[in-house]
């Protein structure tokens, strides 16, 4: 069932067997599997799955190659709530360990926001990440051609660029690491920090001797039409043309909720083992923010891993369900 602020209050001390929070294509995955094992559980979703932002899943098995992530996002809710599941629009503020029980204090509405607390056996965490774009006085500039061939996701998108005069925005140093692996599909490549930071000396020799230049000029907009990025003009006027540009700049994962768990991390992400369980027993974790690859085929994989493996813990304990 679709929840809403005025359907709150049916499930005031309803303990759910699962809460997963974020309705990406990994927490969409772990509800479905989890109605099909007969557990009850509730997706809270905030509305910001990174797949939500990619117009079209080039590399998603079995789906036509111009699907966009929102398409796959909107089937796999109706598929959910077809099989009786809970979902929320809503952002998860904290979720604290009540020792049998999770409370997951949730705020419902962005005008006018009530809050409310749900309770739960097991946390799914599933909210992923959102990618860090270049900071440009118009940002909607940027937004009109991120996701289509301003890309963000090498491993997704690098097959888009072969052999194309491809820009590259950096944010740091490390950043720059990205260059090796892009370099497989293509070696026309520039490097813009945007202003950001210094490259130093023996990098940009480095670089040089590769043929890719580095700019460290500010970017004042990009360029293109439809969608489709065709260069950057910079601050001092220079017009710099490009077929298509990979946006390197790190990307902030959405877990806050999750501080004072005491969860073990590796580089912010959370380490999982095979079954997706974190290092709290009942806390599991999918797709981008977890140790790992990050796909949308591979996070809706973790979601029926997930899934599978609380209801089999959940079966060990209390062995047959009544029935309904």
């Known amino acids: 069932m679709q929840l809403t602020q005025q359907l709150l209050h049916e499930r005031e001390d309803y303990i759910y067997d699962v809460i997963v ?34 117009q079209a899943l080039h590399n998603y098995l079995g789906l036509p190659s111009d699907t966009p992530g929102r398409e796959l996002l909107k089937q796999g809710k109706a598929h959910y709530l077809s099989i009786g599941g809970d979902l929320l629009n809503g952002y998860v503020e904290a979720v604290a360990d009540e020792g ?17 607390t749900f309770q739960a056996k097991y946390i799914i965490a599933a909210s992923g990440i959102i990618d860090h774009l270049p900071q440009l006085e118009n940002m909607q500039n940027v937004y009109n051609f991120a996701g ?38 293509t070696p026309h490549i520039t490097l813009f920090t945007n202003g950001q930071f210094k490259v130093l000396s023996e990098q940009k020799q480095a670089f040089s001797k590769q043929g890719i230049p580095v700019i460290e000029t500010p970017i004042r907009k990009f360029l293109g039409v439809q969608h489709q990025m ?10 710099i043309q490009l077929d298509s540009g990979l946006i390197a700049m790190g990307a902030h ?34 797709g981008d923010l977890k140790v790992g690859m990050n796909q949308v085929i591979v ?7 997930a899934a599978t493996q609380i209801w ?9 369900r009544p029935k309904s």
Not at 24 to 49: E, H, M
Not at 100 to 116: C, W
Not at 230 to 239: I, W
Request: hydrophobic fraction near 35%; charge should be neutral.
């Open 100 to 116: 049998t029980v999770f409370s997951v204090r949730t705020k419902v509405g962005r005008n006018q926001s009530i809050y409310h």
């Open 230 to 239: 065709t260069g950057v003009e910079l601050t001092d006027d220079t017009v």
């Open 312 to 320: 089999r813990d959940i079966r060990s304990r209390e062995g047959s």
């Open 21 to 54: 929070i974020g309705g990406g294509s990994g927490g969409l995955s772990a509800g479905v599997y989890l109605q099909r094992y007969l557990l009850n559980s509730l997706i809270i979703d905030k509305g910001k799955a990174r797949s939500f932002w990619i």
């Open 299 to 305: 996070a809706a994989s973790d979601g029926a891993i």
């Open 148 to 185: 289509y061939n301003l890309h963000v996701c090498l491993l997704c998108d690098g097959y888009e660029m072969q052999n194309q005069q491809v820009g590259v925005f950096c944010a740091s140093q490390s950043s720059l690491e990205v260059v090796s692996p892009l370099s497989w599909f």
């Open 253 to 286: 994962r959405h877990a806050e909720y999750l501080q004072g768990l005491d969860l073990e991390c590796k580089n912010e992400n959370l380490i999982t083992d095979s079954s997706m369980r974190t290092s709290h027993a009942r806390i599991f974790a999918v």
